[in-house]
Each structure stands twice: as structure tokens, then as C-alpha cells.
């Protein structure tokens, strides 16, 4: 399950330990509805908060507690503010009931936006004993992708489920990221992505949602010819208000044949068309 900033709560620096209470307070309302819902692993927005070293601990105990209460694997991102630097550090936390499994620096700054950044350079891979089964989680932070999931692959650590939202648009090279999913997939397996959708900017001119993080935006006919070039097929798709209107795909290896293509894809393609979309 994601929760995500942009939803309900703004992005925002806090000034002292009550500013970053109140936002963590707030999201404790948001994991504990989606757990309700059967969510296992809930992933936070990178940034959720901007933190001092004085009160990170505070921050970090706090969605612990949520953790806990709410049965869940969390994955919280913070800014680490420096005061006296003014250097930030995006920190993500990794966490089951009770214990703190992972803690890393950000590895790819985005340039410009983050230039202040320090990156980071641990790997974090972990396992995750989710509900009545122990689920294998990864969470490694790569350079050339592709490289990456042939030493996981070798490994037989293939994902059975990949889940990206709100992430293929930043991606700055977009076949050495896909081909790395196809890589990564299990046969049999489920990649979800999440991304803005084409469509819902340019019909309602959304001007807004365009900026420096954002490398593509995608119609769903060019993330299925994205896919298709390696090997993947958008078999299913969900129309979303996130940012506005965003497209939610599901994708398979094109040699498994056990989920047919649904009839919302072949809507959306026939509403594309209509849209002038290509």
C-alpha cells in the first residue's frame, strides 16, 4: 500500500520536535486506514518531513509506534536538516513491529533540486516477515540497473510483485530501468507502477504538475511500447485521481498467458486515440 503526501498532508520542514510530532500524528491515522484495509508494508512519500539531528530520534520513535500498532512493515523518508551546514541527507527507515531493520542516505541526489544533498552509498537489502508468511523484500540502492537484477536474478532473487508508484517518471533513463524490472520479474509475476497520466495534464492543462524531478509523461499507448520493448505487457490499468488523474499499469513477462488483457486497456487505448494520444 502508498500513502501519499501530496493526498492529504504538503511536504514540510519542521522548525522544532511539536512541528514534526503533528505531522507524524497525522499519518498515523492514514497507516492505520490502509492496514485496515489488509496492507502488510506501507511505503511514506520520500521527504515526508524535514528533521533535526536534536529531534530525529523523537521523528523515528514516532513511526515506530505506528509500525507497531498498526501491524505493518513501514518506510518512512526524512530530511535530515544540518543547522549548521544546511547540508540534507534523505534518510529512509525500514521498519517492522518493534524494530528498525535499515537506515541509508539517498544515493542519487537529484541534480540541481538536491545538489546540497550528501549521497549515500550502503546497499540496504532486507527480509521481511510480513502476516503468516515470511516475504522477501528487497530495497537496494543500484547505479546501472540492469547490472543490479542480473546479480539478484543469479542470486534466485527474483520479486514475484515489483511496485513502483510515482516513480517511472523520474527515471532518467528509462530503458536501463524497465529492462532491469524485466530482469528482476519472477515468471508469473506482477510490476505495478503509478505515474501522472498524459491525458489529464493536457486536457485540464495542469501546467502545475510539471517539474525539474519529473524526466517523462506518459500516455499509457507510449509506457506499453516502453514495456513491450522489453519483453513486459500491460495487461490491466486503473484510472486515478492522484495528481490529478494518474494511470496505475500491471504488467506481465509476455510469455504468461495466465492473465489476459482486461477491457480497461483496451478502453483507455480507444480514449488515447480519441484524445490524439500516441
Known sequence: AMVASDQFIPQAESNDVTDAADIVTLYAKLVSQVAAQGAQVVVLPEKVVGVAPSYEWDVVTGFQRIATMSHVWL????????????????????????????????????????????????????????????????????????????????????????????????????????????????????????FPHLGSLLEHNQFDTIYHEHFSYFSFATAERVFAAHGLVLFDVEVLPTHGGSLR?????????????????????????????H
Open 75 to 194: 518506510v518512512v523518508g526524512l530530511n535530515q536538516i544540518d543547522r549548521t551546514t544546511k547540508k540534507k541527507t534523505s534518510r529512509w527507515y525500514s521498519t517492522r513491529p518493534a524494530i528498525w531493520s535499515r537506515k541509508y542516505a539517498k544515493h542519487h541526489p537529484i541534480p540541481d533540486l538536491e545538489g546540497d544533498y550528501k549521497p549515500g552509498k550502503q546497499q540496504a537489502i532486507f527480509d521481511a516477515p510480513v502476516g503468516p508468511h515470511r516475504t522477501s523484500c528487497i530495497s537496494q540502492v543500484f547505479g546501472t540497473f540492469p547490472d543490479v537484477a542480473r546479480e539478484l536474478a543469479a542470486e534466485g532473487r527474483r520479486a514475484e510483485l515489483l511496485v513502483g508508484n510515482n516513480v517511472l517518471a523520474h527515471v532518467p533513463d528509462l530503458n536501463d530501468f524497465v529492462s532491469g524490472l524485466a530482469l528482476l520479474l519472477a515468471p508469473g509475476g506482477v510490476l505495478t507502477m503509478e
Open 249 to 277: 499499469i500491471y504488467a506481465r513477462h509476455e510469455a504468461d498467458p495466465a492473465r489476459p488483457v482486461s477491457e480497461r486497456v483496451t478502453a483507455l487505448r480507444a480514449a488515447e486515440k480519441a484524445q490524439g494520444l
